[in-house]
T-cell receptor, first 116, second 112 residues
Framework: KAGVTQTPRYLIKTRGQQVTLSCSPI?????VSWYQQTPGQGLQFLFE???????NKGNFPGRFSGRQFSNSRSEMNVSTLELGDSALYLC???????????????FGEGSRLTVL | SQKIEQNSEALNIQEGKTATLTCNYT??????LQWYRQDPGRGPVFLLL?????KEKRKERLKVTFDTTLKQSLFHITASQPADSATYLC???????????FGSGTRLSIRP
């Protein structure tokens, strides 16, 4: 079974630009969560999607947005990039909610964004 | 607001000893508590999950305890090896598991 795939793995942008990151979850997983990881702040929750609906959102400005498609693939977008947006962006998928789902997350390798 | 604290930023112990990592949470009533391992530049990897009605869970050399009264989980690695060196993250979650928040992690180093 293929794992969570994130693209691109590395990218460099300049301030003011926008970026779109992509995540393909494990086959059959319908929940996708996004996290930002920086050395100073650790893993910060961005948002979670299930069946194309955003169920939860973290404390990030509106420049950070996301969406999920009918095939469960997800994208996140950051507009008007700032230097502080440099981070490792991690996507994680988990099985559908239900009694047997305990929320175990399967992470991708991340997209490392550098803003210059 | 909800808060998760992991005992120390870094922990150094000798190979063969037992490593004990602490996770404390406040303003939470988690249904589950998960532990993950993260190596530099990689995504976290799930290790163990313990439910609120479980006191202890074991998997090979790993043991997790969960005390809902103290609002604390302990993560033990017995017979530690240099390969166990990594950052370990705890993550309490409610039953919906739709917003899983992580602690800041403890960087564990096992010296030969």
């Amino acid at each position: 079974k293929a794992g969570v795939t994130q693209t691109p793995r590395y990218l460099i942008k300049t301030r003011g630009q926008q970026v779109t990151l992509s995540c393909s979850p494990i086959s059959g997983h319908r929940s996708v969560s996004w996290y930002q990881q920086t050395p100073g702040q650790g893993l910060q929750f961005l948002f979670e999607y299930f069946s194309e609906t955003q169920r939860n959102k973290g404390n990030f400005p509106g420049r950070f947005s996301g969406r999920q498609f009918s095939n469960s693939r997800s994208e996140m977008n950051v507009s008007t990039l700032e230097l502080g947006d440099s981070a490792l962006y991690l996507c994680a998928s988990s099985p559908s909610p239900g009694q047997k789902n305990t929320g175990e997350l399967f992470f991708g390798e991340g997209s490392r964004l550098t803003v210059l | 607001s909800q808060k998760i604290e992991q005992n120390s930023e870094a922990l150094n112990i000798q190979e063969g000893k037992t490593a004990t990592l602490t996770c404390n949470y406040t303003n939470y009533s988690p249904a589950y508590l998960q532990w993950y391992r993260q190596d530099p530049g990689r995504g976290p990897v799930f290790l163990l999950l313990i439910r609120e009605n479980e006191k202890e869970k074991r998997k090979e050399r790993l043991k997790v305890t969960f005390d809902t009264t103290l609002k604390q989980s302990l993560f033990h690695i017995t017979a530690s090896q240099p390969a166990d060196s990594a950052t370990y993250l705890c993550a309490p979650s409610d039953s919906s598991a739709s917003k899983i928040i992580f602690g800041s992690g403890t960087r564990l180093s096992i010296r030969p």
